[in-house]
């Protein structure tokens, strides 16, 4: 009896097992990681307009990104391999406790396209969860309802359609991939948001900002002519700096504002300092 058309065929079905699900793994790592590496940057630009800017105006472009990134990357790395070969072992070993029951049930579940197309559809309906986050104020069963009804009426047909030829399986995994590269992507640009917030309100970068490149760095301004503080000598958070001039954060009034490099000296460079408990900005401009 011939296998159905959406069916794997019997030289894919001979690669199962603990190898197969590398594979499988390998080819999704990667659309994820370009996808979210893309999305990352529009969650630079919404974290650095929370201060009233542009990346490019605090000397932000792809290449600084990329190099602030290059420590959190690795970090990654090297957290990501470990978890993966944990799961992969616990595969194998629950595959090997029920006897191979568990990879029989996987490989009857891709044997069924529209079975492996509709978990397929939900998933990517899901992704959309940081989307309606990010841009809309909706509860928990309206937002299950909608990234359901998105998945199962929009990619459910096209995704057993896909899973045809091989090509097509290949398609789909790449789409899955990039979707959730994209879905993960709106979660941390929302967690970026609310970081820099966070900064705005606390004087204060949380984890996550500066493991997305965000320097928490305060300095002392002072006049570049007589070498004499500024602003009374207060801490100015500095966001960066590009064609000649500084950008700062005034955490006492709430204001960002600009200065020539050349007639602005730095004093007294902190990184990431400890803030008493209960510490906010804004003491100066409650009084105005």
């Not at 406790?97 to 029989?104: C, E, P, Q, V």
């Not at 978990?119 to 841009?135: Q, R």
């Not at 960066?240 to 204001?255: A, L, P, Q, R, V």
Request: with cysteine; charged share 15%.
């Amino acid at each position: 009896m011939p296998p159905e058309s959406g069916a794997p065929s019997s030289d894919e079905e001979s690669n199962g097992g603990v190898l197969y699900l590398l594979e499988r793994i390998g080819s999704v790592i990667v659309p994820i990681g370009v996808t979210l590496y893309a999305v990352l940057y529009l969650g630079v630009e919404a974290m650095y307009q929370v201060f009233g800017i542009s990346p490019q105006q605090a000397g932000i472009d792809q290449s600084v990104l990329l190099g602030r990134l290059m420590g959190t990357l690795v970090l990654m790395l090297l957290i990501l391999l470990p978890t993966l070969g944990l799961a992969v072992g616990l595969f194998w070993v629950a595959d090997r406790i029920t006897r191979g029951a568990l990879g029989r049930l996987i490989e009857a579940v891709r044997r069924r396209p529209w079975v492996a197309a509709l978990l397929a559809a939900l998933w990517c309906g899901a992704t959309y969860w940081g989307l309606f986050t990010l841009f809309g104020d909706l509860d928990l069963f309206v937002m299950v309802v909608v990234a359901v009804g998105l998945g199962v009426l929009t990619f459910l047909v096209p995704f057993r359609l896909l899973r045809r030829k091989p090509v097509g399986r290949a398609a789909t995994k790449v789409l899955l991939g990039a979707l959730t590269g994209v879905g993960l992507g709106f979660l941390l640009i929302l967690a970026m948001v609310q970081g820099a917030l966070q900064v705005q309100a606390t004087g204060q970068a949380n984890d996550l900002l500066t493991y997305v490149g965000f320097q928490d760095q305060w300095a002392i301004i002072k006049n570049a002519e007589d070498d004499k503080p500024l602003y009374d000598g207060r801490w100015m958070m500095l966001l960066g700096e590009s064609d000649g001039t500084y950008i700062f954060y005034d955490c006492d009034k709430y204001e960002t504002f600009r200065r020539p490099m050349e007639t602005t000296n730095l004093a007294s460079i902190q990184l990431d300092p400890d803030r008493e408990k209960g510490f906010t900005c804004g003491s100066l401009a409650e009084r105005q």
